[in-house]
């Protein structure tokens, strides 16, 4: 047990360093992605149109205006446009460690390399998935918030499913909560897992 911990320390200790190097260098391109991706997925099915978008800092702006037009009992325009700001290193902040412990635990692992590369897959899809489940329902409800600007605006996106008060709680644990855990949960899951498999080898 002693060795099994020892090595696992300096798996992580050695793993640390270029990993975290290497998300300073795609974590850019990864959170714009992810942002994007969920961010148009979101406008589309409301039919807000994102004309630009935009990187300041560590946040993606995104400008919106509605697709279909918005005209009074009087025939009056009521077009509007509105400056949504995402931060998705709030969620992504954890990946170098999740990755290091994940890859640390498959490397002292006595399993067949395919079922290590297995489990390394998944445990990289499900830090994926939690990823975007945490954007979609953040964009679900920034756009549920945008509703209070005027009535205008309401009457438009209340047309659609709006996220209700238990969608926005979920929202909220998995951006404050769950990505300061998911080391521990992807590192739950990959120990478990190559246990089980080594178990069935004997």
Known sequence: MRSSIFKL???????FGPVLMGWVYIKGYYNFFVTSSTFHLVTSYYKLVPIKSS??????VFTIKNEIPLRDINGKSHDFELDISIDMEAVTFNVPLTLSILLAIILIAKVPRQKKWEV???GVALLFLLHMASM????LCTIKAITTVNPYIHYYIHQHFVAGELLCAIKDFLVNYAARFEPFLIAFYAWITLHYISLRKL
């Open 9 to 15: 320390t300096l798996f992580f200790l050695l793993l």
């Open 55 to 60: 990187v300041q800092g560590k946040e993606v």
């Open 120 to 122: 390394f897959l998944t």
């Open 136 to 139: 979609l329902l953040f964009a």
